[in-house]
């Protein structure tokens, strides 16, 4: 079992403009082979933003990858640009293979 | 849902160190009111670290800091203390809210 994440900080006062954009889209990730289970995370308030994370597993890193590289994965972030002026930098992608606990 | 994350940078060649001190750990989390589920994971690898984090599934952010003031809380921290020739530096705690997607 394989966890992706990608940490965003985002600009203090734009967490629920930040959350209406994925809950407002359309990944059709339920249909994507290997695919298991998606979570938006809200972690800690800073200073100069509040953390949050995508929180996605997947039976394997493998799986993730052709995700990757699929026409899927091209559509589902055909509109990344928009919203620049929620987010503090880039995302931070992290990727992590569970390797004690379930499965 | 609550996710308690506690992110840990492993000295380069400890990896199999630390992942033997969680594996042989005793915490008695399933008697813990509230507690769901426990992964440890294993992240990016750097030049300097291997990033691991815990990751302890909650009902509830309250549920998670009952625990941290319980008497099983500080059994299971007791030794915590050990094996410091494994870290780079202390772990860092991130707790996040499930926002969006399951529960």
């Known amino acids: 079992m394989y966890i992706a994440m990608n940490r965003f900080k985002i600009v203090p006062g734009k967490e629920e403009d930040f959350e209406e954009v994925w809950a407002t889209r359309d990944t059709h990730l339920d249909q994507v ?3 298991v289970e998606f979570r938006l ?3 800690p308030e800073h200073e100069d933003h509040t953390l949050y994370a995508s929180h996605t597993i997947w039976e394997s890193e493998a799986a993730f990858r052709d995700w990757t590289r699929s026409e899927a994965f091209k559509a589902a972030h ?5 919203n620049r002026g929620l987010y503090l930098g880039h ?3 992290e990727g992590f ?3 004690l606990g379930s499965d």
């Open 97 to 99: 293979q569970v390797t």
């Open 33 to 35: 082979p290997g695919y």
């Open 78 to 82: 055909r509109n990344a640009g928009d």
């Open 91 to 93: 995302p931070q992608f």
């Open 41 to 43: 995370l809200r972690g």
